[in-house]
């Protein structure tokens, strides 16, 4: 996992100038982000390849992730 602090200083040796995009989901590239958000993360609970191995806690009360660690992260759209 990479830190807000991490990013910041992987990104100093890049023209401040560039462009940033973001690949689509089944190929071409995106404008982006375009959104920054925090949000609670469950960590580790998706094994299927097509998704990513985390997810986002939208309702504790309905959510299933028992056992599984719960992080607060910066999430980019």
Not at 8 to 20: A, G, M, N, R
Not at 29 to 56: C, M, S
């Amino acid at each position: 996992m990479i830190t807000v602090e991490q990013l910041i200083e992987q990104l100093k040796q890049f023209d401040p100038k560039l462009p940033v995009m973001m690949p689509g989901y089944e190929g071409g590239v995106y404008d982006g982000p375009t959104r920054f958000q925090t949000a609670k993360v469950a960590l580790g609970v998706n094994d299927a390849w097509y998704y990513g191995p985390h997810e986002i806690v939208w309702d504790e009360e309905l959510c299933n992730y028992t056992g599984h660690k719960r992080i607060t992260a910066l999430i980019l759209r």
